[in-house]
């Protein structure tokens, strides 16, 4: 899916791009996006004309496939979550520093259009000083998927690895890294082998995230409420940009990542003494601008966007919710 969906259209959307090879275990089941169709890594990992590797594999191989490339010379995008562990993310750091590689995740929600509107109310200070900021990702899936490893009990399965790279992402870009998390993990859903949902609480200096996640949420909230000394921001529905790709609409063309009126956030707020209670246009997202700036990482040595660094964090972030959860107290961050 991730390969069909996200990296597949938008390596065909960018000019600076050009997919050689799509590795597929099942060669029966034709691939898209594809010159050639191959069955082994090795296949790819051995031609001298790739350049950039992508790992979209099940998390618990994240680590061995990007070793391998980084080991043949290739950059290499990982799909979230970078890893499993913090320590398999810090070896992948300092090889890829070592191979004098580029290693990025694709932390493609950095991208969404209700994010990045969200972001600039918050960097704007249209609620005042923040007080209180939530994030949720929920979903309604109340049945175990059959045939898949996102169902089974392994390193890396379940809600948080998941969903959670997400948002924890986005609560790290915003306000880096807490003081301490406090998170209760578990499985709600009947038969369920995994985690899933999740209810985490970061601690800031002088406010607090709640980052929360469902499978059983079938009248969904708002995704982002932000509360401050001024005034409160609410924002509901979802990025349009992942339903777009579904549909097999081009990334890049006009109104792409613009959401519909009925959708814009909501401030209500006092701002220079000036009492404003209405709608902020959301911001349309891009997911283009992620290979935009891996495109300029690569051929003109600009910084990237998305640094392996951060994402190690939040891997630090979803082990120490682990933790949290089995003892049930708060861990802090060192």
């Known amino acids: 899916m991730s390969g069909e969906v996200f990296h597949g259209p938008l390596l065909d959307a960018h000019p600076g791009f050009q997919i050689s090879s799509v590795m597929q275990r099942d060669l029966r089941k034709p691939a898209k996006h594809a010159h050639r169709l191959v069955n082994t890594p090795e296949e790819i990992l051995k031609d001298s004309a790739v350049e950039l590797v992508i790992v979209n594999t099940p998390n618990e191989s994240h680590y061995s496939y990007t070793k391998d490339a980084l080991n043949a010379g290739k950059h290499v995008i990982v799909e979230k979550p970078f890893t499993v562990t913090a320590q398999q993310a810090d070896e992948l750091i300092a090889l890829a520093a070592k191979q004098k590689r580029i290693l990025t995740v694709f932390q493609n929600r950095r991208w969404d259009g209700d994010f990045m509107t969200v ?34 009990a392994k390193e890396g399965t379940g809600i948080l690895y998941n969903l959670g790279s997400h948002m924890l992402d986005q609560a790290l870009v915003l306000f880096g890294m807490p003081l301490s998390v406090d998170a209760r993990l578990g499985a709600q859903r009947p038969g369920g082998k995994v985690d899933d949902f999740y209810d985490i609480r970061l601690t800031y200096k002088d406010f607090h995230v709640i980052v929360k996640s469902s499978y059983l949420v079938r009248e969904p909230g708002p995704r982002y409420i932000a509360h401050g000394t001024e005034g409160s921001f609410i924002k509901y529905g979802l990025d349009p940009q992942e339903q777009a790709l579904k549909d097999k609409k081009i990334p890049g063309t006009p109104g792409w990542g613009s959401e519909s009126k009925e959708w814009w956030g909501k401030l209500n707020t006092t701002v220079n003494g000036l009492n404003y209670n209405g709608l902020i246009e959301t911001i349309p997202g891009n997911y283009l601008s992620f290979y935009d700036n891996l495109y300029e990482a690569i051929c003109h040595g600009k910084p990237l966007a998305v640094k392996p660094e951060e994402s190690r964090d939040g891997i630090r972030l979803i082990e120490a919710c682990g933790e949290s959860s089995k003892t049930m107290r708060a861990v802090k961050i060192a």
């Open 119 to 152: 972001r600039k109310v918050i960097e704007q200070k249209l609620v005042g000083k923040l007080v209180e900021f939530e994030l949720h990702y929920d979903r309604f899936r109340n049945y175990i998927e059959a045939n898949t490893w996102k169902e089974e």
